[in-house]
């Protein structure tokens, strides 16, 4: 209590405590909705069918952002309702009907996707990134995502804005298929739960893993690159098989099934591929033979120097 002109007061204690509860859900409702303006909690939100609920955009309607689209359908992460998709010749290409296929329609205002998307995948060539960035991207708070390795964080911030919450992400074209690789670095403002949406994304269609931008560089070249070695792997298999006298159909399935199944027992065994590849050379057998052959062709070097050749100019020597 205090005194005032000779008296006592007493401070109504009882009151200020029942105005503070009834003030409190209305502070607490201010509260979320200003965190959530800054902090991303979309990526928890599930519809009756646990498929997230977000919506994703992807600039650049080619192959990769047709594989990675596909991937998410297929995963059930994503509705297709939830998927768009914009490029300069929608509605008079061939890859207006790879969409459809996915049940995604494309559309050419770039514009039109990145207001309608929580999520914004840039899928365009280096040359061209500039140019998208600044015409409809840059400035943007929501999460961008591009799938361009051969330009650094660097290039991309200074045109996307230092404060963008940005990935750049190295996949492969075998995210179609749920078998997919994808590597990725991030600007300093992406969030915990920018990092938790980017591995459920892409977890859902393979392996993800986040890297220094310099290892994810190597990235783009071991699997963006290499699938395509791995093409040319089961073809030459297959044609090896043919010239023995394989049907052609028969012998692509083998050697398609032969290349999965060695991934599968190195990713499984946790044994070095060397040590593996020695269990099924028997001694004077017909594979040590194969190796040999293999070998003096310079199979390792070559390999090695393919995937060099193939690293983004800004990793090499």
């Avoid at 990769?64 to 490029?87: D, L, P, R």
């Avoid at 995210?175 to 994304?201: F, H, I, Q």
Wanted: proline share 5%; glycine share 8%.
């Amino acid at each position: 209590q205090r005194r005032v002109h000779g008296g006592s007061v007493h401070c109504p204690w009882p009151i200020l405590v029942i105005i503070l509860f009834a003030l409190l859900p209305v502070l607490l409702t201010l509260t979320y909705f200003d965190l959530k303006k800054s902090v991303p909690v979309y990526i928890l939100e599930m519809d009756n069918e646990a498929k997230l609920s977000i919506k994703i955009g992807f600039i650049g309607a080619g192959n990769m952002a047709i594989a990675i689209a596909a991937g998410f359908v297929k995963s059930g992460k994503i509705s297709c309702s939830n998927i768009s998709a914009s490029h300069p010749t929608s509605g008079n290409s061939p890859q207006d009907k790879k969409w459809a296929d996915i049940g995604i329609t494309t559309t050419k205002d770039n514009a039109k996707v990145v207001a309608d998307s929580d999520v914004i995948i840039l899928a365009v060539k280096p040359y061209k990134m500039k140019e998208v960035i600044l015409s409809c991207v840059v400035g943007n708070p929501k999460l961008v995502i591009s799938l361009c390795p051969l330009l650094s964080l660097e290039e991309h911030l200074l045109a996307l804005g230092w404060g963008t919450r940005f990935v750049k992400l190295a996949p492969n074209t075998a995210t179609a298929a749920r078998c997919g690789v994808s590597a990725y670095c991030c600007s300093p403002e992406v969030t915990a739960a920018d990092k938790e949406l980017v591995n459920t994304l892409f977890g859902s269609i393979g392996l993800v893993e986040e890297l220094e931008e310099g290892h994810v560089n190597i990235v783009a070249s071991l699997c963006g690159s290499a699938i395509a070695f791995m093409y040319l792997a089961v073809e030459a298999l297959a044609d090896g098989a043919v010239l023995m006298g394989l049907p052609r159909n028969l012998a692509v399935r083998l050697a398609s099934q032969t290349l999965i199944g060695s991934g599968t027992m190195v990713m499984e065994s946790g044994e070095h591929p060397g040590r593996l590849k020695d269990n099924v050379c028997s001694p004077a057998g017909s594979t040590i033979k194969g190796i040999q052959v293999l070998e003096r062709g310079g199979f390792r070097g070559t390999v090695m120097s393919a995937v060099e050749a193939s690293c983004p100019k800004s990793v090499k020597k």
